[in-house]
């Protein structure tokens, strides 16, 4: 099943109720840098937008079938969601403090 990602853009922004939202780092793919991003987390799905408030989501992580695990950057608390599989990217997530997210 193909994910609709506009329906997927809208549902980023709806009244839908937010499990938890807050800033984290996240570690870009080519760019190794941290950048930080406003983080929704609805159900499975984890949206991230360059600022809270903005109506469009940078992009989206769908929870399903993946593992968390802690990271070894000094720099963050941060952890790793590892996904298994073909497209197997990996996604490195991080705060300056424990509490912050």
Request: glycine fraction near 8%; aromatic fraction near 12%; include cysteine.
């Amino acid at each position: 099943m193909k994910i609709n990602e506009k329906n997927m853009m809208l549902f980023a922004t709806s009244a839908t109720p937010v499990d938890k939202e807050g800033w984290l780092n996240k570690r870009g793919e080519l760019n190794k840098g941290f950048q930080k991003r406003w983080f929704v987390l609805k159900g499975n799905i984890l949206f991230y937008f360059d600022r809270r408030g903005d109506k469009e989501p940078v992009g989206m992580i769908v929870l399903e079938g993946c593992t968390v695990e802690l990271s070894e950057d000094e720099d963050q608390y941060s952890f790793k969601i590892i996904f298994h599989g073909p497209n197997n990217r990996s996604y490195v997530l991080g705060s300056e403090s424990q509490v912050s997210f």
